[in-house]
């Protein structure tokens, strides 16, 4: 193909976004009630709140000269499905996630199990990188470090 040139060892990052509502609570078990609630204010609710998470997976590699692609975005988008919405949408993370019975869901540990959770399935040539809105204006990036 006349392309391969031209495009050959290009890196580019293809995102997908998601979506997924969850209940959670921020509490450390081995400090006070005040304690708590002075670190986490409202998150510290024993009857748990709710957010609209808004995540944003990113895979970055080389175009296959084959496909043009850097992964089949087809293929993202079912992962995403199947290992992040389908566990997490309208659950209460604390309870209903395992790796949250032992892990505080901040979004920053919230992005960290993400990461974990899809890595395996990425190609190993493939970098990850996840973006997680808690709300429109909080967000955190975990890229594997
Ligand atoms: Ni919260």
New binding site residues.
């Given amino acids: 193909m006349k392309t391969d040139t031209y495009i050959s060892h290009m890196i580019v990052t293809v995102s997908r976004k998601a979506h997924f509502n969850a209940a ?1 609570r ?1 509490y450390n078990n081995e400090w006070s009630g005040d304690r708590n609630e002075d670190v986490f204010g409202k ?1 510290a609710n024993p009857n748990f ?1 709710g ?1 609209n998470y808004e995540l944003i997976v990113s895979v970055t590699g080389e175009i296959n000269l084959q496909t043009g692609f850097v992964m089949d975005m087809k293929r993202l988008k079912e992962l995403i499905k199947e290992k992040i919405e389908d566990e997490f949408d309208h659950k209460n993370l604390n309870i209903q996630v395992p790796e949250f019975k032992e892990l505080n869901p901040t979004s920053e540990n919230i992005s960290v199990v993400i990461w974990k959770r899809l890595r395996p399935y990425i190609p190993e040539k493939l970098k990850l990188k996840i973006t997680l809105y ?1 709300t429109p204006r909080n967000f955190v990036v975990y890229n594997g470090g």
């Fill in positions: 959670h921020l998150c709140h957010h808690e």
